[in-house]
């Protein structure tokens, strides 16, 4: 039976690293594919971001360049809300792209992406919300466990070489008994 365990484990550790890369490529499909969708809507009448907040930010454009330049001589320089949505969707198509290769940053690029697209426009459809608050859980998630991961690594780095420290220790003393 222990061997069974043990062989059952070998190719487990042997095939984790393979399951996780196909992981992280499907999690980054998914925010592949939503940055795409979102780049369709972009064009269309415009996206989310600049239906709600546009018309706020031509406001203040418009009137507060006026009466910035006139208290402190200072221009604002006009601002589109669409460029500004599409560098967010183009940040996460990026982040998408860089996270199937299991860095840490990649995770974080699409967390705060995905907040802005989430918080930033009042959400009217309560699927889509939902929706983005469970990648933003999943992404939450994925850092914990990395971060995890990498600890564990470490500790096991530092025994390993206080171990190897040790032998050579009992080596030397070793020796020194036996001169």
């Known amino acids: 039976m222990s061997n069974v365990k043990g062989m059952m484990c070998t190719t487990l550790t042997r095939s984790m690293p393979a399951i996780a890369f196909f992981g992280r490529m499907a999690f980054a499909f998914v925010f592949l594919i939503s940055a795409i969708q979102e780049y369709a809507d972009h064009f269309g009448e415009g996206g989310p ?19 910035l330049t006139f208290y402190t001589g200072m221009q604002v320089v006009a ?15 990026t982040a998408a792209l860089w996270f199937i290769f299991g860095q840490s940053m990649p995770a974080y ?10 918080v930033v426009p009042f959400p009217t ?8 608050l469970t990648l933003i859980g999943a992404l939450l998630y ?5 971060h ?18 040790d032998d050579k220790a009992s080596t030397s003393k070793a020796k020194a008994k036996a001169n």
């Open 148 to 165: 995890t991961i990498d600890n564990l690594d470490e500790t096991e780095k530092n025994k390993e070489k206080e171990t190897e420290e």
């Open 142 to 146: 994925y850092i914990g466990l990395k």
């Open 109 to 118: 690029f699409l967390l705060v992406t995905q907040m802005l697209s989430t």
């Open 79 to 93: 601002f589109d809300v669409r460029l500004l949505e599409f560098s967010l969707i183009s940040a996460k198509a």
């Open 49 to 67: 971001l600049e239906k709600t907040v546009g018309p706020a930010v031509n406001v203040m454009t418009k009137y507060g360049s006026k009466a």
């Open 125 to 132: 459809n309560l699927n889509d919300f939902t929706q983005n």
